[in-house]
């Protein structure tokens, strides 16, 4: 018999999962997060929840807030089942289930006062975000864009903030005023220098209101980097499916994702924080070489099989890895052009390190999908892919795989498939794009224009060069004739 997922239930959902060995009710927050999304509970909420199990950390609970729109739904169906949440884990080998409970509440969008309020509670001491690539209002090079709509309405209304940034602000500012210590800002999202990033966007829009609360935060505000990792897709009836046929349980919103996990950071928290290096995590002098690792090795590797699959009409990541072109153009780019430019890792062979991550991406059971990789390539291709087609190049190396990475994007964003297929578009930018990869066709200069997601790379004759012989061979000879080439060593013009 089914078990709708409650607090109340959970003596009955232990039938066939595994339930948090402390009682949830003890919780209290210390942790207020932005982005209550797949990835956060798969990860940040799941080594919270290794650590409560221990009998400890109990005041370093997740207190969610939401900004969207759509966090609204996450709030309502996460509220319903008392904030638990059912996690699968699936190796090979393995599928097992667990249920978490380290989050007291969510607070939903457009209760601002009630997140300005919590943000300024002294108990918060760390404020955490996943607001995915595109949220962190920069440019290709990684900038702070003070241009930016959003950016501009909350600088003129810090009081009625709409943004993440904007929402921190506020709180800060009332822990200022009332003397309370500030909270630390940690960043788990997948871009280089996360700390940094945030602490620059943070300041960034502080200053165009108040200079000197600016400098008070440069002073007082901890904004560790960190990197983080596990494959994580997205729910959807499958996964709903799954877990009630399988496990008994039903979740109004479960997490599917797989087994291996990492994360690791500096070690910056003034106000405090859980002891979570007795769980697994790695605590770093320097996170940048592990994280330059995984986000050129595996995110990059991610973006570059995307395209690929889906002109040839593939939906699930293992099915990409299980064909043999698109296998071995992955082993080969990673090989020839991006591991060899990736900085040396502590007690990390890269090789042995992509090994690792294509076994990965060949878990039958995780149901990860290429639309998944293939969307939001506006955010992704710049931080992803262009920069070790920058560093290449900087170092007068040859780009032709990175080269075709770019495009087989731009022949996507043509919008159908070598079979005829219409391609469904998932990206803030998808209107250009899709409008300049049409005129590239002809001028592939045209997919180059945007500034914003190639910078100083379009201004390579080598990198124009490339692209443009890549993009032909592509529409002449179509995506699986034009890997052949590639792999041959014959892509060259």
């Known amino acids: 018999m089914t078990v709708k997922l409650s607090l109340a239930s959970l003596k009955d959902v232990a039938r066939t999962a595994a339930v948090p060995a402390y009682d949830p009710k003890s919780l209290t927050p210390g942790i207020l997060h932005f982005g209550v999304g797949n990835f956060h509970r798969a990860h940040q909420a ?9 009998g400890k950390a109990h005041d370093w609970a997740i207190i969610g807030a939401g900004v969207m729109p759509s966090d609204a739904a996450m709030r309502d169906k996460l509220a319903a089942q008392d904030f638990l949440t059912t996690v699968v884990e699936q190796d090979n080998n393995r599928t097992a289930a667990r249920v978490t409970a380290p989050m007291t509440d969510i607070i939903a969008p457009g209760e601002t006062a009630a997140l300005i309020e919590k943000l300024a509670d002294p108990t918060i001491r760390i404020v955490s975000m996943t607001i995915t690539e595109g949220g962190y209002f920069i440019d290709a090079a990684g900038h702070f864009n003070p241009a930016h709509p959003a950016i501009a309405e909350d600088s003129r209304n810090p009081d009625s903030p709409k943004t993440v940034f904007g929402l921190i602000l506020a709180g800060l500012r009332e822990r200022k005023a009332r003397g309370i210590a500030p909270f630390t800002i940690m960043s788990c999202d997948n871009i280089p220098g996360n700390g940094e990033v ?8 502080a200053k165009l209101a108040d200079p000197d609360f600016a400098r008070w935060i440069h002073d007082n505000v901890a904004f560790p980097n960190s990197m983080v990792d596990r494959i994580t897709p997205a729910t959807g009836q499958r996964e709903i499916g799954i877990l009630r046929n399988d496990f008994d349980i039903d979740d109004n919103w479960p997490v599917f994702c797989e087994e291996f996990k990492q994360w690791v950071m500096e070690d910056n928290f003034p106000s405090g924080r859980p002891r979570l290096e007795e769980v697994g995590v790695q ?35 293992h099915e990409a890895m299980e064909h043999p072109l698109i296998r071995a153009f992955l082993a080969k780019l990673e090989k020839d052009e991006i591991i060899p430019i990736v900085p040396p890792v502590p007690d990390t062979d890269l090789n042995d390190y992509y090994g690792l991550i294509e076994r ?9 999908t290429i639309p998944r990789l293939a969307q939001d390539g506006s955010n992704r291709q710049p931080k992803f892919i262009l920069p070790s087609t920058r560093d290449r190049l900087a170092k007068g190396l040859d780009i032709i795989g990175l080269s075709l990475v770019s495009a087989l994007w731009c022949r996507y964003f043509a919008g159908t498939s070598d079979s005829g297929r219409e391609i469904v578009f998932n990206d803030a930018s998808a209107d250009k794009l899709h409008a300049a990869a049409l005129k590239a066709r002809d001028n592939p200069d045209a997919f180059l224009v945007f500034d914003e997601i ?9 990198f124009r060069k490339r692209f ?14 034009t890997l052949e080439l590639y792999l041959r060593d014959e892509l060259v013009k």
């Open 468 to 481: 443009a012989h890549a993009l032909s061979t592509l529409w002449r000879e179509g995506t699986a004739r």
């Open 283 to 317: 605590f770093v002098p320097d996170v940048a070489p592990y994280e330059l690792m995984k986000i050129r090795i595996l995110n990059g590797g991610h973006a570059a099989i995307a395209y690929p699959a889906a002109l040839l009409d593939i939906h699930f990541v």
């Open 198 to 205: 945030t602490e620059n966007t943070v300041i960034g829009l």
């Open 360 to 368: 990965r991406f060949l878990n039958p059971k995780i149901g990860d």
């Open 46 to 54: 799941i080594y919270l929840d290794d650590l409560f199990n221990t």
């Open 454 to 462: 190639f910078g100083e790379v379009s201004k390579s004759e080598l």
